[in-house]
């Protein structure tokens, strides 16, 4: 279960950051998305902002329950902006790193009870 918790993390953690880093830079793609959802291109760099501080909280263990939390609100709105440009199936499968951020929190949860 540690290895499983540890390489989640890890995947977690680099998602976060190409996520963000990709909003930040103002990618094409995150440009794109956020004109067919309907939103102003600006609000990209808030969001990947987030995502970016998300996984950098996450790496530390004092924070990491901060930084998981972090990481799936940012997820959680990159999802809602998926949706609103209708495109359902991609929407659904981008919940995936919510949930495991889900089991990030709940395992980081239990590593430091046993502190």
């Known amino acids: 279960m540690k290895y499983l918790f540890f390489t989640v993390m ?5 998602l976060s950051l190409a996520a963000g880093g990709a909003k930040v830079s103002s990618m094409p793609q995150e ?3 956020f004109q067919d959802s309907g939103i102003h291109p600006t609000w990209l760099l808030p ?8 996984g950098l909280l996450a790496i530390y263990h004092r924070t990491r329950r901060v930084g998981s939390v972090v990481i799936a609100l ?3 709105l990159s999802t809602i902006v998926i949706f609103m440009t209708g495109n359902c199936a991609f929407g659904v499968f981008s919940l995936l790193p919510v949930l495991l951020c889900a089991f990030i929190f709940w395992r980081s949860k ?3 009870q046993s502190l």
């Open 10 to 14: 890890i995947m977690l953690v680099i």
């Open 31 to 33: 440009i794109q998305l």
């Open 47 to 54: 969001l990947g902002s987030l995502q970016i501080i998300g």
């Open 74 to 76: 940012g997820f959680l």
């Open 110 to 112: 239990r590593s430091s």
